[in-house]
């Protein structure tokens, strides 16, 4: 009984996701997804109440050494759940102009938060791969969703046949793993990292098998090769979704499997990571420039980004962890910006899906214009934005660590990556408008696309109570 206490969150969204099934099936079939939309939001509410309800006082192992219950997992579950639960407006207002009765989106939606809260969770490798799989089948039906579309399928496709790729390295990695050590526990895993000899290079081959399956949720090179078409197959919610609380899911289980598991190999895996790293800031940063699609710049953009939330991660250290964990935050809220933008934009009859349609954006509207400007000011990196923080605090600490080439090639790369960013300000503020129509949307989605812009803009004046509660929470891995 004290073990289920401690997993109320993920029980009750459990029970709701399914209560949310269930309104979807006995709705009337001539009625709007209304119903379907406000039983997923006050769902997500819930779920969040009762985070805020059992915030753990410190860290806890659950149900025979499976789950991990702390602070860092209740904090980046909260910004996950946050995340979707702004999606949901987004969807609703693209869904609205469509006239499209995809009330899927939403029930697939919870099931892969559910994914996500056990991923984040996970202290088995077991636990791991049921919430990284949990969330992946979900993902792979959302981005099919659209079964009229002939480049939703064929996303669909790509990311199913990939995904599983990816997903048997992971398992085949956890199967050395625990054939060298014999265990799962992340925790028993992490007095075994620390062997010498032959015992070593066989947890270092796992460790190889492991860092491919955490690479390809990620999406950095060359495990990237899903990614664009993705982005652009999939429908403007379901590219938002992917791009935003995913992420956050996938960086907690880098965290859980290398630093909690795999800390005594971090020699070892922090070399992986920097091909990885630079591999992705180059490729990611360069091809972004030759894109006229800005859902594909923008996948191409996430490679880039990704690269350098890695720059944390291989420092192997909690101050590392923390600013892998404050970028990760701030670029899921970036990302989740530009692709509301996007879906502001969209008609009924064509999806603003070209940079071109960003043209003269200033003129129709100065004050998304205005958002926009500051979504990409911040992922070019220009200070005081929040991207500029987020990119600062990940090189001062790889600096730190003794990789300061490292940070000279980040920094490089990140100037390149520049021009691609300000080019969609200079299409919205220095070139004419191809449509002269007003922006169409909804109240709720200028409301809430307004508040995640401004959100961005106050991270960037004030990053300091953000990054304190990433430090706070990442404290058990000083060692």
Known sequence: MTDLGLIIPETSLLTLACVVLLVDVFRSPSSSNAMTFWAAIISVLVVLSQMAMYFPDGSAIAFYGTIKLDAMGTVLKAFALVLVLLSFFYARDYFEK?????????????????????????????TVYLGLELLSLSLYSMVAMNRDSFES?????????????????????ISILYGVSGTLQLD????????????????????????????????????HMWLPDVYQGASTPVTLFIGTAPKIAA?????????????????????????????SMAIGNIVAIAQSNIKRMLAYSTI???????????????????????Y?????????????????????DTEADTLSDFSGLAKRSPWFAFIMLVIMFSMAGVPPFAGFWAKWYVLKEVIAA?????????????????????????????????????????????????????AIFALGILPGALMSICVIVTIPYSG
């Open 98 to 126: 469509n006239r499209a009765q995809f009330s899927e989106y939403y029930i697939l939606s919870l099931f892969a938060t559910l994914g996500m809260l056990v991923l984040i969770s996970a202290n088995s490798m077991l």
């Open 153 to 173: 399928s064929e996303a669909a496709m790509k990311y199913f046949i990939l995904g599983a790729l990816a997903s048997g390295m992971l398992l085949y990695g």
């Open 188 to 223: 028993e895993l992490l007095s075994h990292s620390n062997a010498s000899g032959q015992e070593r290079v066989l947890m270092v081959f796992g460790t190889v098998f492991v860092i491919v399956g955490i690479a390809f949720k990620l999406g950095v090179v060359p495990f």
């Open 251 to 279: 960086f907690a289980m880098a965290i859980r499997l290398l630093a909690d598991g795999l800390q005594g190999l971090a020699v070892e895996w922090a070399g992986m990571l920097v091909i990885l790293c630079i591999l």
């Open 304 to 326: 880039a980004h990704m690269g350098f939330l890695l720059l944390g991660i291989l420092a192997a250290n909690s101050a590392g962890y923390a600013a892998s964990m404050f």
């Open 328 to 348: 990760v935050i701030v670029y899921a809220l970036m990302s989740m910006g530009a692709f509301g933008t996007i879906i502001l934009l969209s008609r009924s």
């Open 402 to 454: 003794g990789y300061v080439w490292l940070a000279g090639v980040a920094v490089l790369f990140s100037i390149i990556g520049a021009y691609y960013y300000l080019r969609v300000v200079k299409l919205m503020y220095f070139d004419d408008a191809t449509d002269g129509k007003a922006v169409e949307a909804s109240q709720d989605m200028k409301l809430v696309l307004s508040v995640n812009g401004l």
